[in-house]
């Protein structure tokens, strides 16, 4: 699930969008639109905060709302965000929580790759699902990276900045790495259609 964000279809965009789309579709009170506005405010600091423009922002709001990875590129800035995910659960308790890792990549290259799966993946810019080839790791080296994390427990996100040192994903988070990578490479993902797959 991703699609490619590019400079003329959302480089004037505010985030403020997303949400106010949301607001404008149903009636809600006060409370409900002070909560929406408090927090807007607070992600609205965040690309100040980290000395990048707005629009570098937009993939991990993305990500954050919608799930998925997200990607935006222009002349001058590439991001890419992803999720990993981890879930925690006691057996005994029977109670747990799935915390979430969002990384943006702020103008990354794929340094490394090894192994090959096929899989289908869906790609929000296709009508349906393309039978591509991934690595099973892969090693990304960013210029800056913010991670972003959020409890679903404590209902806390917190941010920070991370060294830009190469990073190592494996499995389902490299997949994902490497589909936003060939959109930010070639736009468009390529892949073989579901039609070529052969019943038996
Ligand atoms: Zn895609």
New binding site residues.
């Given amino acids: ?4 964000l590019n400079a003329g279809r959302i480089g004037s965009a505010r985030t403020q969008c997303l949400y106010a789309f949301r607001a404008l579709e149903k009636p809600m009170d006060d409370a409900h639109l002070g909560g929406i506005l408090r927090f807007l405010k607070a992600e609205e600091h965040l690309p100040e905060r980290y000395g990048l423009p707005n629009e570098a922002f937009l993939p991990l709001f993305f990500t954050l709302r919608f799930g998925g990875a997200w990607c935006y590129a222009s002349a001058t800035l590439r991001t890419v965000s992803i999720m990993k995910k981890t879930t925690v659960y006691d057996d005994t308790a029977k109670a747990g929580y799935t915390l979430e890792e969002l990384f943006l990549f702020v103008d990354p290259e794929l340094v490394s790759r090894e192994g090959t799966v096929c899989r289908l ?1 869906k ?4 009508e349906e699902r393309l039978r591509v080839e991934r690595p099973f790791k892969v090693g990304i080296a960013p210029e800056r990276i913010i991670k972003m994390t959020v409890n679903p427990r404590s209902m806390q996100i917190s941010t920070c900045e991370l060294p830009a040192e190469t990073m190592d994903f494996e499995g389902s988070t490299a997949f994902t790495i490497a ?2 990578m060939e ?1 930010l490479e070639e736009t468009t ?1 390529r892949g073989r259609h579901l039609w070529e797959f052969r019943f038996l």
Wanted: net charge negative; hydrophobic share 30%; aromatic share 0%.
């Fill in positions: 699930m991703c699609i490619l993946e790609c929000g810019e296709e589909h936003e959109h993902i």
